[in-house]
């Protein structure tokens, strides 16, 4: 082994070793939101996530899970999984860059010191700039796919670069058959890895072809057609052949269910065995090549047999219960989440077809009768062809109310517009949001510095990228020196002066411009940046107002950046030398000014937004939820952050194993039905009355409500339509229950948009659902109104378990729980702590508050019981997520003391508070209307210094912000004069409250203020 190949080994694993060491130092230490409690229980237990899933992952993460000395540290060894495979990213990034440097640097066999040095440099300058730019870096620390992906994509390039090496000699093409392996087995993690394609087949071309257009041409159709045959004909197209055979002996031949898909793999197996043994006997290499790497794409995918097994096993999540071949195809296609149009489809105001609104879709196939039966075949919206196009970027998919009007903001078109679009305005979103807003500023994120860690959907105030160059921020996003003191002092505020994109683009035209053979590795690591990052933009469509920020999506293109930042190394390197004109001094010097510049430089910037270390928020939240319920409990909730972590909470550490979480978005789907219909641990299944039948895919998932004149009498006498009546009216077959007057076809419907629950006030009393000082307060019968036009099937169900429960078992609703999920409810609602509490006591609210409060329950969990995962350590990091549940928080703890003070218990009041300010602290989240609402309860309970404290913070910051918002105008967008207006409106809140409550030097300096900033108001 020579010294270089040494050095090169010794080196890769300095940069693994640091890269681990940071990963390991901010960790998170538990489960964090969104989905990785999901994955975490998921791999865990090998249960069944969302779609498509991910089975290799699974089984790594179960394998680290193995090695947790408790269940609280299983979170623990599966984030260190991320943090591993991020780590083994960078080593693998580290050789793959230097395997480029070399062939820039050495010109024949022999390799001198000083270019050992300077390939070296090159790929530690490289390897540790991605390692600490703000993408990779997010999913590092925290357990989700995207890290291991993106170790797989490492990889599989420097694999493809291994067989450059060694092209010509006996096996070389043991490396392209890994490289298959590894993008078979990838499939079961993430499907990024495979726009790894196109450059690996340009590598092989390079190698084995002389270049010329045509032949770039024919490579470049090649890498497409191989990629489009992994993505649309491999991933589906072999379990819909399988279930085609399985359709065929079923329900043809009548054989057992599964015997069609056994024939089907016997057959394939056959064929590619037949086949290799022929091209070996007969010399066809190429042919055996193809047939062998098709074959291990099958072997690595074959992880997805762990969806089916572990469904059949009927595991306590178990997602689509893809336990067939047909729920598999299902769920692979991720067919619940619908169709982005990519070649040609419908405007966003796309009419519906005169002739045909709806069209048939795929057929649903069921097993009923040892047979396959359709379910129900769904309809698809037909719209007319007028407002259709090539290339639509702006369509129907998930279309709200107000996504016309986002159109509107980033087109200039109007959003009431009738007319169809024009295709320039159709590209102008294309450009401006979609490549613009929805990675050009991801890109710019990671090397050239981050405004804040705020999700934004426009404007100039949060979110945007930025520089730390003044004149260049000052131009595009208003003086950024004006910015008040809690947005400048953002954790997710970085600015790195352009020095990664600087070193990066000078690698990149380095390696460019340095022969014939860099410019083709140029050409490699250009279509890898191409396909990872626009590629991605073309393919995922993006309509407005996505749900998060979207930046892991686009890391292999960030990898591929960070190639030619380590490039740059060696045109930083040249220009040293021709400078100072000593090797010996030039090396150790470009090293050390493109090292500080960037690697140490993003380190600095982003580790207090990136150290998730002692932060506990979303599991001990989770158990908040969980401990808010008493003992075999219903929790209803409806998003992710309030249903994973406690998913997780339960299936892993075991922690209230008796509460049933139901999620409200999943309990319009047969499948999670009928997973509520078993026992789970220690909760018994949850009363439902409804047969499959009733409920399966197709059948009441909309049920309308009406206001049917003829009922309207006995509606208004009885206080609305007796809810049992009601189930079992739209749970009927009968023709008189699915006629309406004016229309031909059947229709699920409620007679009456009233209802009514009759109350046995003994069973309410007997269960403990009401104590006996409460019994007075029980209403004789519940009385609601629905005022949607529907409900859907998870309200149906919802109001068939009030019905069948009878109160045997208590009814949570989480607090994050929107209204739409309280189905009418929400005058029964009592909090008693992170849930309500459905009573049957009506509590009247005039201050835009749901429900009542249960003072004593919720002082003892708020007080006492619930834990607050360290969110007010000063150097935990509060993110966006955790710091909007900060603002629920806020809310409970000030309805407590409202209430308390109600009850005439002002010290327990200013305790509530006072534990309030303690937890989420202004320095953390700063503070809110509700925090001015805090203040006027201090005030109430005689605490006036404090609320004054309260008060002139929140003053001053609102100050501070219209000051701000005030010389925006010349970059003004429809942000601002609702940021303005919002301002100005809880500055004159606090003016009204510091007069009530008789604060006269307070209320004059506010005042004063109020009338500077309305006039300059005015006059901007």
């Not at 489009?228 to 072999?238: C, F, H, K, L, T």
């Not at 937004?609 to 319920?629: G, K």
């Not at 519940?782 to 309200?795: L, R």
Request: a neutral charge; glycine letters at 6%.
């Amino acid at each position: 082994m020579s010294k270089y190949q040494k050095t090169n080994i010794i080196v890769g694993w300095i940069s693994f070793a640091i890269a681990a060491v940071v990963y390991f130092l901010t960790l998170e230490p538990t489960v964090s939101f969104w989905d990785c409690g999901e994955f975490i229980t998921s791999a865990y237990k090998l249960e069944i996530g969302h779609a498509p899933g991910a089975p290799f992952f699974l089984l790594l993460a179960r394998f680290f899970s193995m090695f947790a000395s408790g269940t609280e540290n299983v979170a623990l060894m599966i984030n260190s999984m991320s943090g591993l495979a991020s780590a083994f990213t960078i080593l693998f990034l580290f050789w793959t860059i230097t395997h480029l440097a070399k062939k820039l640097v050495v010109a024949g066999d022999k390799i001198s010191e000083s270019q050992i040095w300077t390939i070296i440099g090159s790929g530690f300058i490289g390897a540790m700039a991605y390692a600490f730019t703000d993408t990779f870096w997010f999913s590092a620390v925290e357990g989700e796919v995207y890290a291991t992906s993106s170790l797989f994509t490492a990889v599989v390039f420097w694999c493809v670069l291994k067989w450059e090496n060694e092209e010509g000699k006996a096996y070389a093409n043991r490396w392209l058959i890994l490289i298959a392996y590894l993008m078979g087995l990838s499939i079961g993690v993430h499907l990024l890895n495979l726009l790894a394609i196109p450059a690996i087949v340009m590598v092989y071309y390079f190698k084995k072809y002389e270049p010329s257009r045509n032949g770039v041409l024919k490579a470049l159709g090649v890498a497409l057609l191989l990629l489009g045959g992994a993505m649309y004909v491999i991933i589906p197209g072999v379990v819909k052949l399988a279930f085609v055979f399985d359709l065929f002996f079923v329900n043809v031949i009548g054989l057992p269910f599964n015997s069609g898909a056994y024939v089907f793999i016997i057959l394939l197996i056959s064929g590619l065995v037949f086949g290799i043994r022929y091209t070996i006997s007969h010399g066809k290499v190429v042919l055996n090549t193809l047939l062998t790497a098709l074959t291990v794409v099958l072997i690595g995918y074959s992880s997805y047999s762990l969806i089916m097994i572990r469904s059949a096993a009927n595991p306590g999540l178990d997602q689509n219960n893809p336990e067939d071949l047909f729920s598999l195809l299902y769920y692979l296609n991720r067919e619940q989440y619908g169709d982005n149009p990519l070649l040609y489809g419908e405007y966003f105001n796309a009419p519906y077809d005169e002739k045909e609104s709806y069209v048939d879709g795929k057929d649903v196939y069921i097993k009923k009768d040892g047979k396959y039966v359709v379910s129900y075949t769904p309809k698809k919206p037909n719209y007319s062809s007028s407002h259709k196009t090539v290339f639509p970027r702006m369509y129907t998919k998930g279309m709200t109310g107000r996504n016309p009007e986002e159109y509107a903001k980033w087109t200039g078109l109007k959003a009431d517009q009738k007319t169809k679009p024009s295709f320039v305005q159709n590209l102008d979103f294309f450009i401006s949001y979609q490549v613009n807003y929805m990675y050009i500023r991801y890109f710019m994120w990671n090397f050239s510095g981050r405004q804040s860690d705020r999700q934004s959907y426009s404007g100039v105030v949060d979110g945007n990228w930025i520089s730390g160059i003044p004149f260049v921020d000052n131009y595009r996003l208003g003086d950024q020196s004006l910015r008040p003191e809690h947005m400048t002092k953002n954790k997710g505020n970085n600015t790195y002066y352009f020095l990664p994109l600087l070193l990066g683009l000078a690698g990149l035209l380095y390696q460019y411009r340095k022969s014939n053979q860099g410019k083709k590795d140029f050409y490699v690591v250009f279509l890898l940046f191409l396909l990872t990052g626009l590629a991605i933009v073309v393919y995922l469509n993006q309509p407005p107002l996505q749900p998060r920020e979207r930046d892991y999506a686009y890391v292999g293109s960030f990898y591929a950046f960070a190639v030619w930042i380590g490039l740059g190394f060696l045109a930083v390197l040249q220009v040293s030398k021709k400078l100072l004109r000593k090797d010996k001094v030039a090396i150790p010097v470009a090293f050390t000014l493109c090292f500080l510049a960037v690697p140490a430089l993003l380190v600095q910037q982003n580790w207090d937004d990136h150290d998730r270390s002692d932060r506990y928020v979303a599991r001990d939240l989770a158990y908040d939820y969980l401990n808010s319920c008493e003992p075999n409990a219903i929790l209803f909730t409806m998003g992710d952050n309030d249903t994973f972590p406690l998913w997780y909470l339960q299936e892993v550490e075991g922690i209230r194993t008796d509460v049933r979480v139901c999620n409200l978005s999943y309990l319009s789907t047969d499948w999670y039905i009928d997973q509520m219909k078993q026992k789970n641990y220690d909760s018994d299944p949850l009363p439902i009355s409804l047969t499959q039948d009733k409920y399966l895919m197709g059948k009441r998932d909309v049920v309308y409500v009406l206001d049917d004149p003829r009922l309207k009498a006995y509606v208004e006498k009885n206080g609305g339509l007796d809810l049992k009546d009601a189930i079992e009216y739209v749970a009927s077959e009968k023709e008189s229950t699915k006629k309406i007057y004016g229309y031909d076809e059947r229709i699920d419907h409620f007679p009456a948009n009233k209802f009514r629950l009759v109350i046995d006030k003994e069973q309410v009393v007997k269960t403990n659902t009401l104590s006996e000082k409460d019994s007075a307060k029980i209403v004789n019968q519940m009385e609601w109104e629905v005022k949607t036009n529907y409900i859907d099937k998870g309200g149906l169900i919802l109001y068939d378990m009030l019905v069948q429960n009878n109160w045997k078992r208590p009814v949570y609703f989480s607090i994050t729980v929107p209204s739409s999920g309280y189905y009418g409810l929400e005058d029964y609602f009592r909090l008693e702590g992170f849930a309500y509490r459905l009573v049957p006591i009506k509590f009247e609210n005039e201050e835009m508050q749901i429900g009542g409060v249960n003072t004593d329950v919720m002082y003892t969990n708020l007080m006492n019981k619930f834990k607050w995962g360290n969110m007010n350590h000063p150097d935990v990091y509060i993110d966006e997520t955790t710091s909007r549940l900060c603002t629920n928080m806020r809310n409970n703890f000030l309805r407590l003391s409202e209430s308390l003070l109600d009850e005439g218990k002002r010290d327990s009041a200013v305790q509530v508070l006072d534990k309030c300010v303690e937890l989420v602290p202004n320095e953390k989240v700063p503070f809110d209307y509700l925090a001015i609402l805090m203040a006027q309860s201090y005030y109430r309970a005689a605490e006036d210094e404090k609320g004054n404290q309260m008060i002139q913070t929140i003053s001053d910051r609102l100050v501070q912000e219209l000051d701000y918002y005030m010389t925006l105008t010349p970059v003004s967008t429809s942000e601002f004069p609702r940021l303005r207006s919002r301002d100005l409106a809880l500055l004159q809140e606090l003016y009204r409250i510091t007069n009530q409550y008789n604060q006269k030097e307070l209320n004059r300096k506010i005042e004063l203020e109020f009338k500077r900033l309305l006039e300059s108001y005015k006059k901007g």
